[in-house]
């Protein structure tokens, strides 16, 4: 009886054993089926925004997934790459302002408020790019805010911001296709400055800020003393001041290229 018993202990035992083992596993899968609905449920409502995001930034490492029109990025064609909500997706130019900020004396001379660039040194019209959602006209007021200071309200956006040109030859900027509309924008009044001063002061990416005499663009300050093309531009500008005082025309000398693709007013 004893040795039956012993040995029924024993059977009992490891039955009970199997029986634990098997719930563990059948509450392991129901556990990780669960998971795995959650999981499904919560991918299936993301915004699809984000999916859109994620698809697009695969897409732009294997080039499989979707059709890329105008470019994919792995064809070395740098610029601003997307997709839309409608999943067309292609690669664009960026999108740039170049302001020539100007004043008239009383004689009729002219000047113009450039920078000078932190990387390169080189004196740039004041501008940037143009931010998502943003107008080209609020990009000129938070450009000329940020790199020199000068505020520009937006009755003198309306009334004096005129255009020049717009800007597009692929090769105008070493770093990437970038399209510039330039405007002109003439002080008519007393500057006002964020620091009340009413002097500009370089920030963000500019290092100074100087008022040069537009009869010396091209003159004195010309070739490689101007980033990219904005001697071309600075010239453009020139040409339409002395075409309304039938001035003389402008010597256009040491300009980035002599055939530079660009829209003119």
Same mark, same amino acid.
């Given at each position: 009886?004893?040795?039956?018993?012993?040995?029924?202990?024993?059977?009992?035992?490891?039955?009970?054993?199997?029986?634990?083992?098997?719930?563990?596993?059948?509450?392991?899968?129901?556990?990780?089926?669960?998971?795995?609905?959650?999981?499904?449920?919560?991918?299936?409502?993301?915004?699809?925004?984000?999916?859109?995001?994620?698809?697009?930034?695969?897409?732009?490492?294997?080039?499989?997934?979707?059709?890329?029109?105008?470019?994919?990025?792995?064809?070395?064609?740098?610029?601003?790459?997307?997709?839309?909500?409608?999943?067309?997706?292609?690669?664009?130019?960026?999108?740039?302002?170049?302001?020539?900020?100007?004043?008239?004396?009383?004689?009729?001379?002219?000047?113009?408020?450039?920078?000078?660039?932190?990387?390169?040194?080189?004196?740039?019209?004041?501008?940037?790019?143009?931010?998502?959602?943003?107008?080209?006209?609020?990009?000129?007021?938070?450009?000329?805010?940020?790199?020199?200071? /000068?505020?520009? $309200?937006? +009755? %003198?956006?309306?009334?004096?911001? #005129?255009?020049?040109?717009? =800007?597009? !030859?692929?090769?105008?900027?070493?770093?990437?296709?970038?399209?510039?509309?330039?405007?002109?924008?003439?002080?008519?009044?007393?500057?006002?400055?964020?620091?009340?001063?009413?002097?500009?002061?370089?920030?963000?990416?500019?290092?100074?800020? /100087?008022?040069? $005499?537009? +009869? %010396?663009?091209?003159?004195?300050? #010309?070739?490689?003393?101007? =980033?990219? !093309?904005?001697?071309?531009?600075?010239?453009?500008?020139?040409?339409?001041?002395?075409?309304?005082?039938?001035?003389?025309?402008?010597?256009?000398?040491?300009?980035?290229?002599?055939?530079?693709?660009?829209?003119?007013?």
């Amino acid at each position: 009886m004893t040795a039956n018993n012993s040995i029924r202990r024993r059977h009992n035992t490891i039955s009970n054993s199997n029986n634990n083992g098997n719930a563990i596993l059948v509450f392991s899968v129901l556990a990780l089926l669960t998971i795995l609905v959650v999981l499904g449920i919560f991918i299936n409502h993301l915004p699809k925004k984000v999916a859109y995001m994620s698809s697009a930034k695969k897409s732009s490492v294997h080039g499989e997934e979707r059709t890329w029109h105008g470019g994919h990025p792995e064809d070395d064609r740098p610029g601003s790459c997307w997709c839309g909500g409608d999943e067309y997706c292609m690669c664009t130019p960026s999108v740039a302002i170049d302001i020539v900020v100007y004043s008239k004396t009383e004689k009729g001379e002219y000047s113009v408020w450039v920078v000078r660039r932190r990387d390169t040194e080189q004196l740039a019209t004041i501008g940037g790019f143009v931010d998502v959602g943003e107008t080209a006209e609020s990009a000129v007021q938070r450009e000329a805010l940020e790199e020199t200071g /000068i505020i520009i $309200p937006n +009755d %003198q956006i309306k009334s004096s911001l #005129k255009l020049i040109g717009v =800007y597009s !030859d692929p090769r105008r900027d070493n770093r990437r296709h970038i399209v510039s509309i330039g405007y002109a924008l003439e002080l008519t009044s007393t500057m006002k400055t964020k620091d009340s001063s009413n002097k500009p002061r370089a920030g963000d990416d500019a290092k100074d800020v /100087i008022s040069v $005499p537009l +009869d %010396q663009v091209g003159v004195k300050y #010309k070739g490689e003393d101007w =980033y990219a !093309d904005h001697l071309t531009i600075l010239n453009d500008f020139k040409e339409q001041i002395r075409a309304k005082n039938d001035a003389a025309a402008v010597v256009r000398d040491g300009e980035l290229y002599d055939d530079i693709a660009r829209s003119t007013c």
